[in-house]
């Protein structure tokens, strides 16, 4: 299987999905360039003006405008620039795309992909450092993906452009450049199908996205040890693949939720809720949780490093686990 | 009255400033000194020195992304700033903000800020805030021209206007918002053009010419403190450097640095101070010593200074919060 990085394989997803259905376009600022994360790099020579747009810096017309094209027929795809900037388009996400077919009874499509780029690091500061999928899943009426690795990136991106909903696509900006292997033929990831990225017996991790690696990384320190690890990487959190991450947990009977996002009302909030329901006569401990302290996300590295969620608080909460 | 003497030499010492607190973060930036997006005014120094000479102490401005020469002209403290954008310790917002997301309360400087035309929308609520106080002060707004197709544009100017609230919009048209064109950006060309829509001045001027910056916003800030609302100011210039710090500008050629170069704001008012007698290579050379060493003085004090003890990152948040999170 040929090697990819997460922003090629988001390229390459694009670019099948472009070719093989015409009403796809792309729209968002600078992606003609392919800027700012290189996803977009080159489609412009493919695919022509008329479907790559460089909007002006206009979010609320970038997501409105999307959903009129997708109600009628386009199957626009926005680049989000960074998502935290989803916030000037707020009122387009969370009250009219996400609502539009249930209010109308179920009348109208709005097949829609809004890639987020998003998450902490390099000193974003305050404004271009949140990791805000919690938000979204607490919208009904948004599917909501969040890949850690490059194949789930493509497969996944190429299931939200074929949706006939509206999907968010979390792409976390410190995964871009990491590579791996992508299969050649053109593969789909279901929403809703968690992947087990590494298997054990003793412990439970439920990751996303930048955490999946940094759960991979404990889980080789904790395996020195003799503590094996089960990795589990949700891939997508609307819909949720329950019957994956409970099969793992009565295997293990122990749980870490870790997730980047700050602590209080989050997706892991969410997934520990899910678990318990399921499992709660399975589980040994407290279901164990790491996430960021409930403050923005700031500057300075050395701050920038206390907020940030890391191999290390993965293996303190497998302990916590297995006390 | 048009600025005296002193005025204009400070004018031309400010210009200096801005230009080589830039030039000099841009050589820290690349030496891996300072960490972050990076986005810096160089070529564009006459607007933000233009319109700060036109304000009192009192005034307030709100910045943006690329604020640092904002808050430089506006009297903000070098020292503060540079250790901000180190990420230390006492740096003006303790390492929480650093060079996008940066404040000086102390000098009227309300934020640079990440999100685009967010200052738009604070700035009637600052006007409202004067005009409720009856302070007499006013409030500019910088923004860009690709900041100008946000809605909070649109909105903040409709409220001041319809408020009459005492608030300067200020548009930096360097021609680029990012990498995409003016012109393919902004239907109709003009954002001053856009004022007549909501029935307030808006004037169209040369962005390198800090006496003409100085002048519209001397006329705009007495409408404002006089009660009679606010204006609009479109502002050309040239951003002679990239986007950001590390940007490959793949989508302009050199010709227009070139011409930004031509009409570098800072040689011009030296001519033209040269002319009147006000100035000799002698004086310049003072006065670009002075501000090396208050630069380099501020430099100095960002690398002693202490980085922020990491659990500092929950500090700050609140101003009383005795609970448990
Ligand atoms: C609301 C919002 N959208 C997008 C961005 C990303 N972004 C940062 S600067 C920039 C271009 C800004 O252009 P302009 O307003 O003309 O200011 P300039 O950079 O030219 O000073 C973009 C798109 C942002 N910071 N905020």
């Known amino acids: ?323 | 009255m048009p600025p005296g003497p002193d005025q204009l030499l400070q004018m031309y010492a400010g210009m200096l400033r801005v230009r080589l607190v830039e030039e000099r973060v841009r050589e820290l930036f690349a030496n891996g000194r300072i960490p972050g997006f990076l986005h810096t005014s160089v070529g564009q120094e006459a607007v933000a020195v233009g319109v700060c000479a036109a304000l009192r102490p009192d005034d307030y401005v709100l910045s943006t992304h690329r604020g640092h020469g904002h808050l430089v002209a506006k009297g903000g403290a070098l020292r503060g700033l540079m250790a901000e954008l180190y990420g230390k310790a006492n740096g003006v917002c303790h390492g929480k903000g650093g060079t996008m997301h940066l404040a000086d309360a102390s000098v009227g400087y309300l934020g640079a800020n990440g999100v685009l035309a967010a200052g738009c929308v604070l700035a009637p609520g600052v006007g409202l805030s004067i005009k409720h106080r009856k302070s007499g002060q006013v409030v500019v707004t910088f923004f860009g021209d690709g900041a100008a197709n946000r809605g909070p544009f649109h909105e903040g100017v409709n409220l001041a206007a319809l408020w009459t609230l005492p608030v300067v919009f200020v548009c930096e048209n360097n021609r680029w918002a990012s990498s995409t064109a003016h012109a393919l950006s902004t239907a109709g060309g003009s954002i001053a053009a856009r004022a007549a829509g909501y029935g307030i001045p808006g004037e169209s001027l040369d962005g390198n010419d800090v006496l003409a910056v100085w002048e519209a916003t001397a006329r705009a800030v007495e409408r404002a403190r006089r009660g009679d609302g606010p204006s609009l100011i479109e502002a050309h210039t040239i951003r002679w450097v990239g986007h950001f710090e590390g940007d490959g500008q793949a989508y302009r050629g050199k010709a227009e640095v070139e011409e930004g170069r031509r009409t570098d704001p800072i040689a011009r008012l030296a001519r033209g101070l040269e002319e009147r007698g006000l100035l000799d290579a002698a004086h310049a050379a003072l006065i670009r010593e002075g501000v090396v060493a208050e630069i380099e003085d501020a430099v100095a004090h960002a690398e002693a200074s202490p980085l922020p003890a990491p659990h500092d990152a929950l500090t700050d948040l609140f101003a009383y919060y005795p609970w448990r999170d």
């Not at chain 1, 999905?17 to 994360?37: A, K, N, Q, S």
């Not at chain 1, 002006?56 to 926005?78: H, K, R």
Request: aromatic share 6%.
């Open chain 1, 1 to 323: 299987m040929p090697l990819l990085d997460f922003g090629d394989a988001l390229n390459l997803a694009l670019r099948e999905e472009m070719r093989r259905d015409p009403r796809v376009y792309c729209i968002g600022e600078d992606i003609v360039l392919g800027l700012p994360f290189g996803v977009t790099k080159g489609l412009i020579d493919e695919f022509g003006a008329d479907r790559v747009l460089n909007a002006p810096i206009s979010e609320a017309a970038i997501v409105g405008s999307a959903m009129g094209a997708a109600v009628t027929g386009l199957v626009p795809v926005v680049d989000m620039h960074f998502a935290d900037f989803v916030t000037c388009a707020m009122d387009e996400v969370a009250n009219q795309i996400a609502k539009s077919r249930y209010m109308f009874g179920g009348q109208i499509d709005c097949p829609l992909t809004l890639r987020m780029p998003y998450g902490i690091g390099k000193s974003g500061g305050g404004h271009h450092s949140n990791s805000v999928e919690a938000w979204f899943i607490n919208i009904p009426g948004l599917k909501v993906c969040i890949p850690s690795t490059p194949a789930d990136a493509r497969g996944l991106l190429k299931t939200a452009i074929r949706d006939p909903d509206p999907v968010l696509v979390f792409e976390h900006r410190g995964l871009y450049r990491v590579t791996g292997e992508v299969p050649e033929a053109e593969t789909l990831v279901p929403l809703g199908s968690a992947d087990v990225k590494r298997a054990g017996g003793d412990v439970t991790v439920i990751a996303t996205a930048r955490m999946v690696h940094e759960s991979l990384e404990a889980a080789r320190r904790l395996a020195e040890e003799g503590i094996e690890v089960e990795v589990v990487d949700p891939r997508s959190l609307v819909p949720l693949d329950r019957d994956t991450l409970a099969a793992s947990v009565r295997k293990t009977s122990r749980v870490v939720i870790a997730e980047e996002g700050p602590m209080r009302g989050s997706t892991g909030a969410w997934l520990a809720w899910v678990v318990m329901e399921a499992c709660f006569d399975d589980l040994d401990a407290p279901i164990a949780r790491v996430a960021g302290p409930n403050v923005p996300i700031p500057f300075s590295p050395p701050l920038e490093g206390f907020v940030t969620p890391t191999a290390n608080d993965v293996v303190a909460a497998v302990r916590q686990a297995l006390k």
